[in-house]
């Protein structure tokens, strides 16, 4: 608007100085064809239309016409009424009242920023915190903050009261007891004597860490409880402290499995109905198993696809990046990065291949 203001403020001034040379009549001429024009747009316009002024063309307007004597400017034929000029230009009074008598000190002083970053760090750190118990913790550190202040930053960044923040969501479960926390599943294949094998894997979240506990043609609780019991061994032999165990709710899983979990302190956590993302990491797992090994090899019985998991367990352990512990294996740390230039131009990788092929490992020539 400052820049049209003052474009026209220029072109207009010039328009003036070339009036100068005229004489009253040519100047008499061209008020009597400016009217004429006027009355012509107003016939056309007719009563109801309007004609849109933009804001700078008000402010040039009543600049430019309110200087003058009010009888005059009743006698002016203008596309508005001679009210409105004079409330365009006591609106552009206020403006520029409002604009040079701002006050230099709004309201209170900002927050400052190391005092916000403690505010939403308590909050992050104790979820059940509302802003009074949080004004509370700064007071106790000698920090005077406002209630409202405190109330006004949790507002400003989105975060919901304390009753709501304190509920543990399923994802905050899963992050908080990863270290603890067990994921099981079955696997169906077929070999190629048409017969079903049932395989029954393991997942630690914390390491992702895959352990085959077996296979088999059927799944009975017998093999099922047995298999459970030779998993609780391994687990106090490794030393392994897992407290909860995420599985769904398949029918093959008996009973007496959760009793034999119970007792080693391990508690069964029940997916939702038709909820694989419950057990994310699991069917991750599984279609990992199934895109690296199980589509791309063919079993020829329960004996060879033992053998088979057996190579897939130790590559996926020892080998295989995961991009959940920053492309690392659970039983390998991730190498660091090669510096020496020489190195990189000589590279002598060498390859291992597992199950005739179907997997392959690459690492440096000693």
Not at 33 to 42: G, I, M
Not at 230 to 246: E, I, P, S, T
Not at 269 to 274: A, D, N, S
């Amino acid at each position: 608007m400052l820049l049209r203001l003052a474009y026209l403020t220029i072109t207009n001034t010039f328009a003036a100085l070339r009036l100068l040379p005229m004489g009253d009549r040519d100047k008499d001429v061209e008020i009597l064809a400016l009217r004429h024009q006027v009355t012509v747009l107003r016939r056309q316009l007719g009563g109801e239309a309007r004609v849109r002024f933009a804001p700078e063309d008000r402010a040039f307007l009543a600049a430019l016409l309110t200087p003058l004597p009010h009888d005059l400017l009743r006698r002016l034929r203008l596309l508005v009424r001679p009210d409105t000029v004079l409330r365009w230009h006591r609106d552009l009074m206020r403006q520029l009242h409002a604009r040079t008598c701002r006050p230099k000190r709004p309201g209170r002083p900002p927050t400052v920023r190391s005092i916000r970053a403690l505010i939403l760090r308590l909050v992050r750190e104790n979820p059940g915190w509302g802003y009074r118990r949080v004004h509370g913790e700064l007071a106790t550190l000698g920090i005077k903050v406002a209630l409202s202040t405190v109330w006004e930053i949790l507002k400003q960044e989105g975060l919901d009261p304390a009753p709501e923040r304190a509920s543990t969501t399923w994802v905050d479960f899963l992050r908080s007891q990863a270290a603890a926390l067990l994921a099981c599943d079955f696997i169906e294949t077929i070999t190629l004597n048409g017969q079903r094998q049932y395989i029954l894997a393991v997942i630690e979240h914390t390491t992702r860490g895959v352990r085959v506990l077996g296979t088999t043609a059927h799944p009975s609780a017998n093999w099922v409880t047995q298999t459970i019991r030779n998993l609780v061994m391994d687990l106090d032999d490794a030393g392994c402290r897992a407290r909860f165990l995420l599985r769904d709710r398949d029918g093959r899983f008996p009973v007496l499995m959760d009793e034999i979990l119970t007792e080693a302190s391990i508690k069964t956590v029940l997916t939702g109905i038709r909820m694989p993302r419950m057990n994310s990491i699991m069917e991750r797992w599984v279609q990992s198993c199934r895109r690296e090994l199980l589509d791309r090899c063919l079993v020829w019985n329960e004996r060879h696809l033992r053998h088979a998991l057996r190579e897939y367990e130790r590559f996926y352990n020892q080998h295989r990046a995961h991009q959940a512990l920053d492309q690392a294996a659970p039983l390998r740390p991730a190498p660091g990065p090669i510096i020496d230039p020489g190195r990189i131009i000589d590279l002598n990788v060498r390859r291992r291949d597992r199950l005739g092929g179907i997997l392959h490992e690459y690492s440096h020539a000693a």
